[in-house]
């Protein structure tokens, strides 16, 4: 649920959504009135100056004495357990009840633990109070508490305290039903540190008008499981004003979304949205509803009949071009990402889009977690870091697939990442990563054969497939272990131009990291940073006869012994600097260590081809040019030739 849409908290707030766009028929609202039988002997108080009377506008509260609590009725009982809450009894439960159906949070305190009057009021330096998550908590100048005569109770909006809270002992019950500042309510919860039901929705605005009913809901609830003798309403303060009221010409519909709908539709959409209109014709004069306060204006409106329409039903009109202007021309970085996007899906890959921010904890085991990359109001604590990386979301993406039955597969992502808060410090990413039995042959299963488990040799595949494509060939790339920390160790490595220049890294993601990030088998990835990439040189307009020779090519192979440690790529780019002119291709077809081979050393085979475009070679040429090969690697990576 986004922050400007409080009201779907509650399962009425959702099911008045379906029922404005044609799901089904809201039902009435059957809030009544309780008449109260007698004056509570606990009064209620607003204590606060001018400049803080905001923390609480509206304080209202009732006394329900000679209660049994208990377990709650099996009806209960199973819609809480349904969207995972735990049974506790039936007050507690009753709140829950109404908090998640209503969007309406409650407190109830056993009245007998509290001393004279309640009261909301700022905390205090010294302050502290024991809560119902077992912490204790110091507050300050800048919280809303609910006190009584003798010590905090609780944080407004936030959480209530543990030495007031009901069990099945209690037989009278105060039942708390308030409205708190949004900003405020999210300034202590993040200060303190506190998650809770209460603060989720309050921080995002609760409806100011439903207060009253609230307490009336959850009065009849008590009476009807509980049983007991209610006492009249006390309340003290009033709600704030809800969006004031403003003009809307039903026309606006169409000159903002081109709909072409008519007034009487329009009408109805928009009242069973609960908002108010009134007058004739086109002009009229709208009254958001309280629960709504992300509506302050006729472009909202038009959005909310956008949204309950379709947004597929919107006709597409392109806007039209003013004489001389010239058409739209894609920037060098524009065309960098869509040749990479298409090599990516080329190859198999499924682009996905996931969040640029994310989970604190995340961001610090990708490099990142930087204090002025933290989001100052975050949609959740969940998401309040900018990303360093494009990986953390796709490996969640990964492990969602797995979990939901699609064990192999392949994403990619292309977007911003976040080394710091400076402009230098931003850059452009394109992020894959394979799980599963899934390479560029195909994945999973097949009468054939089952596809190899996606490795690090597949994702650098794939990242060098794309550097191809943006114009770097394989043989000016130089590879490096010089993978970051989140990559295994032994299975990953870099891509880079020349000694200093990094354009990607690849490899198996470390076990332990996928292990805290909650995933349960391998995955591979690879990240290319696409800023560093140099521009591509600029070819003319026609495109280069084909150069092809009519000579049969040669094709020698070559064994040579190594230290493990020398990378293939360094024997292939010495073996092509031997002779441009006649070496066309280089390939690795065999590694092997073993018997034959001393401890600490490896036998790696290379094919290379001669292509002659002037003449048939001699044996003599060949052996002059195999000649060069040998010292070329011998030279470069301090190798032998096998006899």
């Given at each position: 649920?986004?922050?400007?849409?409080?009201?779907?908290?509650?399962?009425?707030?959702?099911?008045?959504?379906?029922?404005?766009?044609?799901?089904?028929?809201?039902?009435?609202?059957?809030?009544?009135?309780?008449?109260?039988?007698?004056?509570?002997?606990?009064?209620?108080?607003?204590?606060?100056?001018?400049?803080?009377?905001?923390?609480?506008p509206?304080?209202?509260?009732?006394?329900?004495?000679?209660?049994?609590?208990?377990?709650?009725?099996?009806?209960?009982?199973?819609?809480?357990?349904?969207?995972?809450?735990?049974?506790?009894?039936?007050?507690?439960d009753?709140?829950?009840?109404?908090?998640?159906?209503?969007?309406?949070?409650?407190?109830?305190?056993?009245?007998?633990?509290?001393?004279?009057?309640?009261?909301?009021?700022?905390?205090?330096?010294?302050?502290?109070?024991?809560?119902?998550?077992g912490?204790?908590?110091?507050?300050?100048?800048?919280?809303?508490?609910?006190?009584?005569?003798?010590?905090?109770?609780?944080?407004?909006?936030v959480?209530?305290?543990?030495?007031?809270?009901?069990?099945?002992?209690?037989?009278?019950?105060?039942?708390?039903?308030?409205?708190?500042?949004?900003?405020?309510t999210?300034?202590?919860g993040?200060?303190?540190?506190?998650?809770?039901d209460?603060?989720?929705?309050?921080?995002?605005?609760?409806?100011?008008?439903?207060?009253?009913?609230?307490?009336?809901?959850?009065?009849?609830?008590?009476?009807?499981?509980?049983?007991?003798?209610?006492?009249?309403?006390?309340?003290?303060?009033?709600?704030?004003?809800?969006?004031?009221?403003?003009?809307?010409?039903?026309?606006?519909?169409?000159?903002?979304s081109?709909?072409?709908?008519?007034?009487?539709?329009?009408?109805?959409?928009?009242?069973?949205?609960?908002?108010?209109?009134?007058?004739?014709?086109?002009?009229?004069?709208?009254?958001?509803?309280?629960?709504?306060?992300?509506?302050?204006?006729?472009?909202?409106?038009?959005?909310?009949?956008?949204?309950?329409?379709?947004?597929?039903?919107?006709?597409?009109?392109?806007?039209?071009?003013?004489?001389?202007?010239?058409?739209?021309?894609?920037?060098?970085?524009?065309?960098?990402?869509?040749?990479?996007?298409?090599?990516?899906?080329?190859?198999?890959?499924?682009?996905?889009?996931?969040?640029?921010?994310?989970?604190?904890?995340?961001a610090?085991?990708?490099?990142?977690?930087?204090?002025?990359?933290?989001?100052?109001?975050?949609?959740?604590?969940e998401?309040?870091?900018?990303?360093?990386?494009?990986?953390?979301?796709l490996?969640?993406?990964?492990?969602?697939?797995?979990?939901?039955?699609?064990?192999?597969?392949?994403?990619?992502?292309?977007?911003?990442?976040?080394?710091?808060?400076?402009?230098?410090?931003?850059?452009?990413?394109?992020?894959?990563?394979?799980?599963?039995?899934s390479?560029?042959?195909?994945?999973?299963?097949?009468?054939?054969?089952?596809?190899?488990?996606?490795?690090?040799f597949?994702?650098?595949?794939d990242?060098?497939a794309a550097?191809?494509?943006?114009?770097?060939?394989?043989?000016?790339?130089?590879?490096?272990?010089?993978?970051?920390?989140?990559?295994?160790?032994?299975?990953?490595?870099?891509l880079?131009?020349?000694?200093?220049?990094?354009?990607?890294?690849?490899?198996?993601?470390?076990?332990?990291?996928?292990?805290s990030?909650?995933?349960?088998?391998?995955i591979?990835?690879?990240?290319?940073?696409l800023?560093?990439?140099?521009?591509?040189k600029?070819?003319?307009?026609?495109r280069?006869?084909?150069?092809?020779?009519?000579?049969?090519?040669?094709?020698?192979?070559?064994?040579?012994?190594?230290?493990?440690?020398?990378?293939?790529?360094?024997?292939?780019?010495?073996?092509?600097?031997?002779?441009?002119?006649?070496?066309?291709?280089?390939?690795?077809?065999?590694?092997?260590?073993?018997?034959?081979?001393?401890?600490?050393?490896?036998?790696?085979?290379?094919?290379?081809?001669?292509?002659?475009?002037?003449?048939?070679?001699?044996?003599?040429?060949?052996?002059?040019?195999a000649?060069?090969?040998?010292?070329?690697?011998?030279k470069?990576?301090?190798?032998?030739?096998r006899?």
């Amino acid at each position: 649920i986004t922050p400007n849409r409080p009201d779907c908290l509650g399962v009425r707030g959702i099911a008045r959504d379906l029922a404005a766009a044609g799901l089904g028929k809201l039902k009435k609202d059957t809030v009544k009135p309780v008449k109260g039988g007698f004056v509570s002997l606990t009064p209620i108080e607003l204590d606060f100056d001018k400049e803080s009377a905001s923390a609480c506008p509206v304080f209202a509260g009732r006394l329900v004495r000679n209660v049994t609590n208990g377990p709650s009725p099996d009806w209960l009982r199973t819609r809480l357990k349904a969207i995972g809450l735990r049974p506790i009894n039936a007050l507690v439960d009753i709140t829950n009840y109404i908090s998640y159906d209503r969007a309406r949070p409650l407190h109830v305190y056993d009245a007998d633990k509290l001393t004279g009057a309640m009261r909301a009021r700022l905390g205090r330096k010294g302050e502290s109070f024991a809560a119902l998550d077992g912490k204790t908590y110091a507050v300050d100048g800048d919280m809303c508490v609910i006190a009584d005569d003798r010590a905090v109770l609780g944080l407004g909006g936030v959480m209530g305290g543990e030495d007031t809270g009901v069990t099945e002992a209690t037989t009278n019950v105060f039942i708390e039903s308030a409205y708190f500042d949004p900003k405020r309510t999210a300034r202590t919860g993040r200060k303190l540190g506190i998650q809770s039901d209460a603060r989720y929705r309050f921080e995002r605005g609760v409806d100011p008008d439903f207060v009253v009913p609230g307490l009336e809901l959850a009065t009849s609830l008590v009476l009807e499981l509980c049983g007991g003798e209610p006492s009249k309403v006390i309340i003290a303060g009033k709600p704030p004003k809800a969006n004031r009221p403003f003009k809307f010409d039903l026309g606006l519909v169409k000159r903002l979304s081109g709909l072409d709908l008519e007034p009487r539709e329009i009408k109805q959409l928009l009242t069973a949205l609960g908002v108010g209109l009134d007058g004739k014709g086109k002009a009229l004069k709208a009254a958001p509803p309280s629960w709504r306060p992300d509506i302050t204006g006729p472009a909202d409106l038009v959005e909310e009949v956008v949204r309950l329409v379709g947004v597929d039903n919107v006709p597409a009109t392109p806007m039209t071009r003013a004489a001389g202007v010239a058409k739209p021309v894609l920037t060098e970085a524009q065309l960098r990402q869509r040749l990479t996007r298409r090599v990516l899906a080329s190859r198999g890959f499924v682009e996905a889009v996931t969040w640029s921010f994310i989970p604190p904890i995340e961001a610090k085991l990708f490099g990142g977690g930087a204090p002025e990359l933290t989001l100052s109001n975050p949609i959740s604590t969940e998401l309040a870091q900018m990303r360093p990386s494009l990986l953390p979301g796709l490996i969640t993406a990964a492990q969602r697939n797995r979990d939901r039955g699609f064990a192999d597969g392949a994403l990619f992502e292309l977007g911003q990442a976040y080394r710091g808060a400076a402009p230098e410090d931003q850059f452009v990413a394109a992020s894959g990563v394979r799980f599963g039995h899934s390479t560029l042959e195909g994945s999973g299963r097949h009468w054939s054969g089952e596809a190899p488990a996606s490795d690090v040799f597949a994702v650098k595949e794939d990242a060098v497939a794309a550097l191809a494509a943006l114009g770097l060939a394989q043989a000016s790339l130089a590879s490096a272990r010089e993978a970051p920390p989140w990559f295994h160790p032994g299975r990953s490595g870099a891509l880079k131009l020349g000694p200093k220049t990094v354009l990607g890294v690849f490899g198996e993601l470390h076990p332990d990291l996928l292990a805290s990030l909650g995933v349960d088998a391998p995955i591979a990835g690879f990240e290319l940073y696409l800023d560093a990439i140099p521009p591509a040189k600029r070819k003319g307009a026609g495109r280069l006869a084909l150069d092809a020779s009519d000579l049969q090519p040669v094709r020698r192979d070559f064994a040579f012994l190594l230290d493990r440690d020398v990378a293939a790529g360094d024997v292939v780019r010495a073996a092509l600097g031997a002779d441009r002119a006649l070496i066309s291709d280089v390939g690795v077809f065999d590694v092997f260590t073993g018997q034959g081979v001393p401890e600490g050393r490896k036998s790696l085979a290379i094919e290379v081809t001669l292509q002659p475009r002037e003449k048939t070679l001699t044996d003599a040429e060949i052996e002059a040019v195999a000649a060069k090969i040998v010292a070329a690697v011998t030279k470069a990576t301090g190798g032998e030739l096998r006899g």
